[in-house]
């Protein structure tokens, strides 16, 4: 059975750990994402000692959760496909700190965006170039057997699960894989032929939902008001034999935002079991 998860993103800005996992106690999760944040940021960040990430293990095990995947907003900031090899540096570095931290606290995927295609970058250079850069880390990701999750995200870049299987497979590594995002996709196809097609890449999901005609970032919906199929999601991933978490990854409600956390908990609740519990 699917867990339900919940991403750090969906409170508000400088919500503290220990506020973030008591509400998600409270409401029914089994797990919570955290993100890697620049230095000062709540949490996990570049400076956060092994000690420091223990403590907040022992934090989320206090309240009954699991923490099962790291993901970061940094390598939008430091993409490895930029022109600049500082750039690119920077967000190998931000992976190593992933890697390192998940170590620690016996996370088993990093969330990672690979590139970005823009008038700077062309597809192409994109394609290539991010795939460089992962390869100068798996060695890393093989020794801490940590799976590189490569999310879709509305990147301009692997626009449909084909191309998505075909660069993670020409990694080579039983370590590559996907960390499919269910909301992102619904605007360039059909999410439960991306999950079939991807199969057993998928290690994590991410789940949001999306209004189509509305067809940009403003289409982005608390789960169950958009058009995402979930009764189709849910049988492709029991099909390809998904069993792990399902991570909501929502933008706070603008007033009440603990109510966000409860509303989303029963959602999960639908998408998984196909009923409220």
């Known amino acids: 059975m699917m867990l339900k ?3 750090q993103w969906c409170f508000p800005e400088g919500t503290s750990l220990e506020k973030i996992f008591n509400t998600c106690q ?25 000690v420091e990430a223990e403590a907040i293990g022992a934090m989320a095990r206090k309240f009954g959760l699991q923490l ?22 920077m967000g190998r570095n931000a992976i190593k700190k992933q890697l390192q931290l998940a170590g620690v606290l016996g996370i088993d995927t990093i ?16 394609y290539k170039r991010s795939q460089e850069e992962l390869l100068k880390i798996l060695p890393d990701v093989e020794a801490n057997k940590i799976y590189l999750g490569i999310e879709n995200v509305w990147n301009k870049f692997l626009q449909s699960p084909l ?12 370590y590559a894989a996907a960390y499919y995002d269910v909301g992102n996709t619904l605007i360039l196809g059909f999410p439960d032929q991306w999950i079939r097609i991807l199969g057993h890449r998928i290690k994590k999901v991410h789940v949001k939902d999306f209004k189509a005609n509305v067809g940009n970032y403003n289409g982005f919906v608390p789960l169950m008001a958009g058009d995402v199929p979930w009764t189709r999601v ?40 196909g009923e409220p519990r």
């Open 111 to 126: 969330l990672v965006i690979p590139g970005r295609v823009n008038e700077q970058v062309s597809y192409d250079v994109c």
């Open 234 to 273: 849910r049988e492709a991933l029991q099909e390809i034999g998904y069993t792990d978490v399902l991570t909501a990854e929502l933008d706070p409600y603008a007033s009440a935002p603990d109510q966000l956390i409860y509303d989303t908990s029963r959602h999960l609740d639908v998408i998984i079991h």
């Open 5 to 7: 998860g919940i991403n």
């Open 68 to 89: 099962r995947s790291l993901s970061t907003g940094l390598l939008g900031k430091y993409q490895l496909s930029s022109n600049d090899e500082a750039v690119r540096e």
């Open 26 to 50: 409270k409401a029914g999760y089994d797990a919570v994402e955290l993100n890697l944040y620049e230095p000062g940021g709540i949490g996990l960040t570049m400076d956060t000692t092994a």
């Open 163 to 174: 191309e998505m299987a075909q660069y993670i497979d020409e990694l080579n590594s039983p």
